[in-house]
């Protein structure tokens, strides 16, 4: 079963507006990652944060994580065309294995 | 230029017939995975493999088989025995090495359909 959830599942914002995604998980992690992918393509990674920290920046993008709620969100800051694609969160498994959990993706459009 | 290649990009099976699906990876990665997307539904853990001549079921194992014979290579057979697989097929690779919790690099992923 599938660890994560993203929240909304489909969102759509004007170019250069903030864009937000939640994304919730149900049991304990060590750490949470955010991936991108282009429709049709594969994933990219974009960021990963750690069980003992609450944010984290990139470039445009912002991850906070709050362990006590379990979720996580993903902030993209002056959104560009160019950032539309399908957001996914990810938990590992705590199997010993790099196994991951996907989540059901947010899908973001940035109008021009 | 080093990276992950997934073969073919469109893949047609027919009824009963087994296809195989190619991952190459150059990034001397020890471990790989096969996940399988449907629409609306995420990546779903197939199999994975945390060095050459070792593999381990996923979540949706059943209907799957794959080999690891080389560090580079990690072919996914849908056999006969999958009676959904029309999907996007995502391979995957990470440094492994007993590490946990590393990013997962994906190759451009396979579509199959049936025909």
């Known amino acids: 079963s599938q660890q994560g959830e993203e929240d909304p599942q489909a969102l759509s914002i004007q170019e250069g507006e903030n864009a937000t995604m939640n994304c919730s998980y149900k049991?304990?992690?060590?750490?949470l990652q955010w991936y991108r992918q282009n429709s049709g393509r594969g994933l990219v990674h974009l960021i990963l944060?750690?069980?003992?920290?609450r944010e984290k920046h990139s470039g445009r993008l912002r991850v906070t994580l709050d362990t006590s709620k379990k979720s996580s969100s993903l902030l993209i800051t002056a959104s560009r065309a160019a950032d539309t694609a399908s957001y996914f969160c990810?938990?590992?498994?705590?199997?010993?294995?790099?196994?991951?959990?996907f989540g059901t993706g947010t899908r973001l459009t940035v109008i021009p | 230029d080093g990276g992950i290649t997934q073969s073919p990009k469109y893949l047609f099976r027919k009824e009963g017939q087994n296809v195989t699906l190619s991952c190459e990876q150059n990034l001397n990665h020890d471990a790989m995975y096969w996940y399988r997307q449907d629409p609306g539904q995420g990546l779903r853990l197939i199999y994975y493999s945390q060095i050459v001549n070792d593999f381990q079921k996923g979540d949706i194992a059943e209907g799957y088989s794959v080999s690891r014979e080389k560090k580079e290579s990690f072919p996914l057979t849908v056999t006969s025995a999958q009676k959904n697989p029309t999907a996007f097929y995502l391979c995957a690779s990470s440094i492994g090495q007993g590490r946990v919790q590393e990013t997962q690099y994906f190759g451009p992923g396979t579509r199959l359909l049936v025909l």
């Open positions: 990810a938990t590992d498994r705590r199997t010993g294995a790099n196994n991951l959990f």
């Open positions: 049991t304990s992690i060590n750490n």
């Open positions: 944060i750690r069980s003992n920290e």
